[in-house]
């Protein structure tokens, strides 16, 4: 058989403290616990978004280190480059001047 679910003046009754001192009691009891959820809710809420805000800032900088990253790479490659086309041309310099003084010798 099915146990029905017993009213609510019968669960009132099994109760020895009179019904007139359990509901200010019990009333106050809720007004509390609703008050603490919702202060909770309230501050998941604000951290959720704290967390959301400071997770879109992080990838801002991630791309923002990301990218200087690359054009300090690139303006590294381009010195190296410079550097050796410099090289390259003060190696010209230097053969030029030898083979100016190669033909200036057997003039004199």
């Known amino acids: 058989m099915d146990k029905e679910r017993p009213s609510a003046t019968a669960t009132i ?3 020895r403290t009179p ?4 509901l200010p009691k019990l009333l106050v ?3 509390g616990w609703k008050a603490k959820a919702t202060k909770r809710k309230a501050k998941l ?3 959720s978004i704290k967390n959301r805000d400071l997770e879109t800032s992080r990838q801002l900088w991630k ?3 990301a990218q200087s ?3 300090c790479d690139q303006l590294r ?3 190296r480059l410079a550097q050796q086309q410099l090289e390259e041309a003060q190696a010209e ?3 030029l001047r030898e083979d100016a003084k190669k033909k200036a010798l057997p003039a004199l």
């Open 19 to 22: 019904t007139r001192i359990l």
């Open 13 to 15: 009754k099994s109760y």
């Open 93 to 95: 310099i230097a053969r």
């Open 77 to 79: 490659e381009q010195l």
């Open 45 to 47: 809420k604000a951290a």
């Open 63 to 65: 791309e923002r280190a």
């Open 29 to 31: 009891s809720r007004d």
């Open 69 to 71: 990253q690359r054009e």
